[in-house]
Structure formats: structure tokens, C-alpha cells
């Protein structure tokens, strides 16, 4: 066995992480009182990745792994990874001395239940993330290796405690883990216990006395509230009431306001690069007006994504030049591809209509189309009120409709009755992670939301995409990403409007809390309050 | 008794009803996870009993309900009856606290401005009213959030409790009481309103009434005629208009709760319309009625006090 670059990584990471640590001056105490919006439905987060509980469970659960804002590999209740030269047996080094918040010890047969029986079954995202792991040994209590059938690079971007949480075999075995107990009463190995959750009101976690690591959780307690009202949310934040607040839940031109008027409320976009938020457009390629990739390629022209950005999310993103973010150019998996002029250029886009033979009627329509709207809030609504005016420029007349989530998740993921959907995916840490979903044939799949809905289907793109996913060599990999930007610019069955930068607000007297990749969805275990 | 038809009809109608919309549970649970397989979904819909046709479901949950059970909340993964009454002490803290507030004031206030018939005193107590009565909730919460917690550090912005302090026993007391002064002065406005202008046209109709001439020609003093004769008439209307409105204030208290962030059962009621929670709806519709029902019952005995004629059998 070969010590890879990974694990390079990992050392110098701990190394800074150290060296850091002995610098500062923390101090120990207090209250973190931060905003959870809206209220989780559970606490599993082993079951769900729904945003809110990924606020929350992490503090609670330990991945074996956490990522800097540079994406280097943080240890966390693995000391360290081990790859083999064929990629395909990969060992982990478990921390040793790992207690759960019950006291039973953490061992590899911990590890080994929550990826087979946990992860690989129930997990939303994990039957993607560990595909490739068809057994797992433990030799000892402190070493797990996973045998794949196929190298899976990208398995390594998903061991964050919010994309992997160990959770404990000892509580969940013979259970049914959907329904089990742990998932209102969570116990895991994290910096903060679980105490009380008051339905409504906040839920309530305490500093666990026992944590493996020195000295930390510096902080006694971390409250996670819940209000429904964005603007009362803004006015605790405003107060003092509240100290943090991430993934817009005080709203943009609110956080704006705060960061300029109050000296100790800061805001930052740091903390969403694992999460890799993209917006955009998904077509009905089937049936309707958007059959022809022409039309898909003529709207992507003409959309002024800069505008969009500046008037409606107050300049927080990056014009999309790709179907993959540009996130993923540290990882060589990004090109610019044509079509995707930040500015939008009307004129050109007129042409290419022309050129294909659509005609404009007397009142300049070419075809009409119904668009529908993510409704997850104002922001998207006037999102589409500026596409639906842009699109009237280039003669396609298209009426907005925005629904309630239910229905409008049937509509589009069930029954595909839309012709255009304005929407935003989550590209995760990985293409294979994030992005597969939505182009491949076989993520076509009636009734599963957020994946292929455009039911898109190239033989061609899915031999790339099953390469890529399985390819060691970074630059082969990188090669066979550029091959598929080019289809999917080509071809655009979905439209990528911009890298959405998601604002966290923040009192300046909570520090340390930024050091992750995570974010939000890290464990605050470094965090302090300074009074 | 007749309570109890009433009861189960509102039950089999609510079922019915709510499952009239597109989706289910699984699909908000799925939708809200970011992704998930089909088989997932699959399995979860039969845990839930989903894949159940409508009647049989309807028939299982009528049989749980006769049986006082009210069933589980799959989202939440908790009996429904144990969210609900979690809830239901701080809708019923701010719903006392409104009533008393509303028809107190507003009877107070309607009948000082019926004794004072078109005075400057009557004019400023209507124009108040109609204000009040016209000025939307959710604005009436913000400003009174911006004047009273922001500009002055009176009252904390929302919740029921302080949340980094956790005060115990009486401390807890003093602190709730804190927390439900903005709730209940907002949701109040807009009901003591309507029980001035109520309490107000009750009073001017009970002085035209035969026995209050009869009265002043006994020789009555104008203080015993409108405080013993005509005030204990005039209630008669205000009580029942109090008494219906309990049900409506479950329901239109969803807007206080959600700008002040109020844990209560409107609020509970709004999030599991969204996700579908229908064991949870009908749970919360089942509690609403039955208390429309028993508020009535004490809005009767009431009246017997009022009202000496109506005897209750």
C-alpha cells in the first residue's frame, strides 16, 4: 500500500490545525444562540440531508473526516486514509479512545454498520457516494478497509459529518432505521450532546464533557432557534438575540443592512464550497416547445446572468460559464464553454432563432411556454419575472406559475407536466456527487426529485460519465469532464444560470466557527464566544 | 351530545378535503432531502400506510380516533397527540391572555362611548377602532417588534423563553410573561376592535329598549339604569360573538405566531399543511372543534348568569 497525496494532505492540514490552535487565546462559555430556519422534522440526519438538520448534526455526529476552505481533508474521527494503488481498497485509521455520548466506546464496527447498513441503504445521496464498496473488514477495533469493486476518488469528498455521520451500531442494530428511536433522541460522538428539543421553539444541545479532543467544545451551548418571520428573524439577529445565521436565513438585503449599519454583525460567503449551489433551468426535452437544443441554446445566449445577479441577489454569485461551477476548477473538472455569455446578448440570440426557422408572428411571438418557479421565495419569483421579460425579446412568450413544494415536486419530478423549470441544484464537493444526477440516462427516474427531470438521454454522455466517475488519474479525469462540458453545452438540456453564494450572518463576537468547509453544516467544536 | 355527530363529520370532511392536494408526505420528505431513490420512496409510503386506497386509510383513522388515539406524525416521528398538547398550553397561554384582554378592554371601551353618544370621547374611541381594526396583524407585530425590542430594549424580539438563559421556576414565570406582551397586545388589537364597536352598538340598542323608559320613570338614576339594567343586556351579543371566535383565533393567531415566533398550534397547524403531515391536520382540526364545542357549552352557562330567563336544561 501506497501513502497517496491525500494523505500529505491530511498531515500538513493537521499540522496548521495544531499550530493554530496553541496561538490563540479561547476562551471557554457561554451561549451560541443561532438560527435554525425552518425546524428540522427529525434529527436523523443519517436518513435525511434536508438543510436544517445539517445545521444541527453535526455538531452531534462525527464524519470521519472535515474539509478545509481550501478542500484539504481535516482528520476527524479518522486519523488517516490509506489508498491503494489500484484505488480500489481504501483504509481507514480510526481515532482510538472515541467515546459515544452514552459511553459505549467508538470502534470500526461502528464505521463498518453505519456505511453498509446505514449509509448505503437509507441515506439519501449515500447509494451514490459509497456505490463502489462492496465489503468492509475490520481487522481491529481502530482500522476499516473498504473494498471496492471500482476506484471512487469522489468517495473521499463525502465524509463530512453532514454528508456521513458515523451514528452508533449498538443503538440502531435490528432496529428499523428509518423509524428509530435515535432520530429524535440523537447520540453520537460530537462536541455537543443532544438535551431537549422544545417542538416550535429551538432545540437545545450541551457541551459533551467527554469529547476525544483536548480542551474542546470551548463553547457550553449551542441553541438552535426556530422563527418563522424573516423579517423578526433580522431583528434578533439585529438585537443580539442570535449570532449566526446561515443559508439566507436573514434574508440578503437584510444581512446588507446589518453588515453596513451594526459594527458587530459581519457577513461572509465562506462555508459553501462542498455545497456548490447552482441555478438554473431545467427543459422538458421530451415533449413541448424546448424539444430542440437550438431554442435551450438560444435562451442561455440571451439571459444577462450578471444583471440577475447584481439586481436580485445583490451581486452574491458568479455567472455560470459551464454545466459544472467553477468550484471544481481546483480539481482541474471546470472549462468555459460557449453560449454562456455573463451579459447576455439578445441580438445573437434573435439570430440563432432566425437561422433555425422560427418564425415571430405579428406580435413577435415565436412560441409561447409556461414556466415554473422554485417557490422558495421572493427571490425566485422575481428571478423568473426577469427571464419571462428577456425571453419576450426573443419572441418566446412564457407565463410564470409558482406553486406549493409538494406540487410543484409532483409536477416536475413525477409527472414531468412542465415545459421550463426555474430551479437550483446543489453540485456538491464532486461531479460524481452532485451533477451525474442530473444528465445521466439512468438518473431518469419517475418520482425521485432533483435528478434527471429534463429525461435527457445520450449513450455517448453516459459512457464519459461512467468513466469519469471511475477514473483515478486526475488529468485523464479531467480530460473526459471537458469532453462532457462540451456535450452538455452542446446539447443543453438544462441551462445553468449562476453559482448561487449563499450569505452567513454573523455577530463578530462568535470566532473560530469559519475554519471549515462545511460551514453551517460543520460542528463548531473550535467555535468560542469572545464577550 | 350533539357535540360528538358534529365532531366526526368535521373529521370525515377535513379527510377528505386535505387529501385533495397534489403530493404527500414522502414527496415534501424526499423533496426537502435533495434527492432520493425510487425504492426509498416506495418503502416509506407503504410504512406510512400511503399506498393504502383513500377509504381504508380514512377507515383506520376513524377506528384510532373512537379509540382516542390520534395516530403518529411520520415526520416528526412522534404521536400526534403528544406534538399537539406540547403546543397547545402556548396557544391557549395567548389566547386567554387575548380574550381577557380583547373583551375586557373592549367592553370597557364600548360602553364609555355609548354613555358618551357622539362626544369628542365617542369620536377618538371609534377612529381608534377602526385603526386598529384595519391596521393588518403582521404590520401591527413589526413595528411593535421595532419600537419596543429594537429601538427600546423593552421586550425581547420573539419566542415564549429565553433561549441562552433557560431560567428555572419562577424566574421561567417572569419570563414568559415577558416574552407574551407583544404577542398578545398585537393579536388583541385587532379582536378589541370589533368588541368595542360590538359592545358600543349593543349599548345604544338596549337605551331604546321600552323597560329603559320604564326604569327612568321609576326614577332610576342614569348611572344604576346603564350599569345594572342595560350593561347585562347588551353583553348577551358580545359573549356570543366571543364564544365563536375562539375557533377563529386557533386559526388567526398563525400570523402573530409567525412574526413573533409564538410556538403555538396555528403556527403547527401552517407547517404541516406545507409537508402534508395529514395525521397531524386532522389531529389539530379534531382539538379545534372539540374546543369550539366545549367554549360554547360555557358560553351557554354564561349567559344563564347574564340572563335569568335562559335556563339551561
Known amino acids: 500500500m501506497k501513502i497517496t497525496k491525500f494523505m500529505n494532505a491530511v498531515m500538513m492540514t493537521a499540522a496548521i490545525t495544531f499550530g493554530g490552535g496553541a496561538v490563540q487565546a479561547q476562551q471557554s462559555g457561554g451561549s451560541l444562540v443561532f438560527l435554525v430556519q425552518p425546524e428540522p422534522p427529525t434529527m436523523a440526519g443519517y436518513v435525511s440531508t434536508s438543510g436544517p438538520i445539517g445545521l444541527l448534526g453535526p455538531k452531534i455526529y462525527d464524519g470521519l473526516f472535515d474539509y478545509d476552505n481550501d478542500g484539504k481533508m481535516i482528520p476527524v474521527l479518522a486519523e488517516s486514509v490509506d489508498m491503494s494503488e489500484d484505488g480500489k481498497t481504501v483504509t481507514f485509521n480510526l481515532r482510538k479512545g472515541v467515546t459515544w455520548h452514552d459511553g459505549k466506546p467508538f470502534t470500526s464496527a461502528d464505521v463498518q454498520f453505519t456505511i453498509m447498513d446505514v449509509l448505503k441503504k437509507v441515506h439519501p445521496r449515500g447509494p451514490n457516494s459509497f456505490k463502489e464498496v462492496s465489503s468492509i473488514d475490520t481487522p481491529d477495533a481502530h482500522t476499516v478497509v473498504l473494498n471496492l469493486d471500482n476506484p471512487a476518488p469522489y468517495m473521499l469528498r463525502a465524509l463530512s459529518a453532514y454528508e456521513s455521520p458515523m451514528v452508533p451500531k449498538h443503538l440502531l442494530e435490528g432496529e428499523d432505521i428509518k423509524s428509530a428511536k435515535l432520530a429524535n433522541n440523537p447520540v453520537g460522538t460530537g462536541p455537543f450532546k443532544f438535551t431537549e428539543w422544545k417542538k416550535g421553539q429551538y432545540i437545545r444541545l450541551d457541551k459533551n464533557e467527554t469529547y476525544w479532543k483536548e480542551g474542546r467544545p470551548y463553547i457550553d451551548r449551542i441553541v438552535g432557534r426556530f422563527i418563522p418571520d424573516a423579517s423578526t428573524r433580522a431583528s434578533a439577529m439585529e438585537k443580539g438575540e442570535v449570532l449566526y445565521a446561515a443559508y439566507n436565513a436573514v434574508s440578503n438585503v437584510e444581512a446588507v443592512r446589518l453588515n453596513k449599519e451594526k459594527d458587530n454583525i459581519s457577513i461572509t460567503t465562506d462555508g459553501y ?6 441555478a438554473l433551468i431545467e427543459f422538458n426535452t421530451k415533449e413541448g416547445p424546448f424539444t430542440d437544443a437550438v431554442v435551450r441554446r438560444a435562451i442561455s445566449t440571451a439571459i444577462d446572468r450578471q444583471f440577475m445577479l447584481d439586481t436580485i441577489f445583490f451581486g452574491y454569485g458568479n455567472p455560470a460559464t459551464s454545466a459544472l461551477s467553477s468550484n471544481f476548477a481546483a480539481t482541474g473538472l471546470h472549462a468555459e464553454m460557449p453560449h454562456y455569455p ?97 444528465y445521466g440516462t439512468n438518473m431518469i427516474r419517475k418520482g425521485t426529485h432533483f435528478v434527471n427531470s429534463s429525461r435527457y438521454s445520450n449513450a455517448g454522455l453516459d459512457a464519459l460519465l461512467g468513466a469519469g466517475m471511475k477514473e483515478p488519474n486526475a488529468e485523464s479525469r479531467s480530460a473526459i469532464y471537458l469532453e462532457i462540458q462540451n456535450i452538455l453545452a452542446r446539447d443543453m438540456p438544462v441551462v445553468n444560470l449562476f453559482e448561487l453564494e449563499f450569505l452567513t450572518v454573523y455577530n463578530t463576537k462568535l470566532k473560530g466557527a469559519y475554519g471549515s468547509a462545511m460551514g453551517a453544516y460543520s460542528s463548531f467544536g473550535d467555535a468560542y464566544l469572545e464577550e | 351530545m350533539q357535540g360528538i355527530p358534529i365532531i366526526l363529520a368535521i373529521v370525515v370532511m377535513n379527510f377528505f378535503l386535505l387529501n385533495l392536494a397534489e403530493g404527500d408526505a414522502v414527496d415534501v420528505l424526499a423533496g426537502e432531502a435533495g434527492s432520493a431513490t425510487p425504492e426509498y420512496m416506495e418503502k416509506m409510503r407503504a410504512k406510512f400506510g400511503l399506498d393504502q386506497p383513500l377509504p381504508v386509510q380514512l377507515a383506520v383513522y376513524l377506528k384510532n380516533v373512537v379509540q382516542l388515539d390520534l395516530g403518529y406524525s411520520f415526520r416528526h416521528e412522534m404521536p400526534v397527540h403528544e406534538l399537539i398538547f406540547d403546543r397547545f398550553w402556548a396557544t391557549l397561554l395567548l389566547m386567554t391572555s387575548t380574550i381577557i384582554l380583547a373583551v375586557g378592554f373592549g367592553i370597557l371601551l364600548g360602553l364609555f362611548a355609548a354613555v358618551n353618544l357622539n362626544t369628542w370621547k365617542d369620536a377618538l374611541i371609534s377612529v381608534f377602532a377602526l385603526i386598529t381594526y384595519a391596521t393588518p396583524l403582521f404590520w401591527v407585530g413589526l413595528m411593535m417588534i421595532i419600537v419596543f425590542s429594537i429601538k427600546n430594549d423593552w421586550f425581547p424580539t420573539s419566542g415564549m423563553e429565553n433561549s441562552a438563559a433557560f431560567y428555572e421556576g419562577f424566574d421561567r414565570v417572569k419570563d414568559i410573561a415577558h416574552h407574551l406582551v407583544l404577542p398578545t397586545i398585537t393579536l388583541s388589537l385587532f379582536y378589541l376592535a370589533l368588541y368595542t364597536r360590538m359592545m358600543r352598538a349593543s349599548m345604544l340598542e338596549q337605551y331604546g329598549q321600552d323597560y329603559v323608559v320604564t326604569a327612568r320613570a321609576k326614577g332610576l338614576s342614569e348611572r344604576r339604569i346603564t350599569f345594572v339594567h342595560v350593561l347585562r343586556n347588551a353583553l348577551l351579543p358580545v359573549v356570543t360573538m366571543a364564544g365563536v371566535q375562539v375557533g377563529a383565533l386557533i386559526g388567526g393567531s398563525v400570523i402573530v405566531e409567525s412574526v413573533f415566533a409564538w410556538p403555538g398550534l396555528g403556527m403547527l397547524a401552517f407547517e404541516s399543511l406545507f409537508a402534508r403531515d395529514l395525521n397531524l391536520l386532522l389531529g389539530i382540526f379534531l382539538l379545534s372543534s372539540v374546543l369550539v364545542v366545549a367554549v360554547n357549552l360555557v358560553v351557554d352557562v354564561i349567559y344563564c348568569f347574564l340572563d335569568p330567563r335562559i335556563e339551561v336544561n
Open chain 1, 273 to 278: 464550497s462542498m455545497i456548490n449551489p447552482m
Open chain 1, 342 to 438: 455573463a451579459n447576455g446578448d439578445v441580438a445573437a440570440a434573435n439570430k440563432m432563432l432566425d437561422d433555425a426557422g422560427y418564425k415571430k408572428d405579428s406580435d413577435g411571438v415565436r412560441m409561447t411556454a409556461m414556466f415554473d418557479l422554485i417557490p422558495y421565495g421572493e427571490d425566485w419569483k422575481r428571478g423568473g419575472q426577469y427571464i419571462q421579460q428577456v425571453l419576450g425579446e426573443i419572441g418566446i412568450q412564457v407565463e410564470l406559475r409558482y406553486e406549493d413544494v409538494p406540487t410543484w415536486l409532483k409536477r416536475i419530478y413525477h409527472n414531468y407536466d412542465f415545459e421550463m423549470n426555474l430551479n437550483y441544484f446543489y453540485q456538491l464537493a464532486d461531479p460524481v456527487l452532485g451533477v451525474h444526477r442530473h
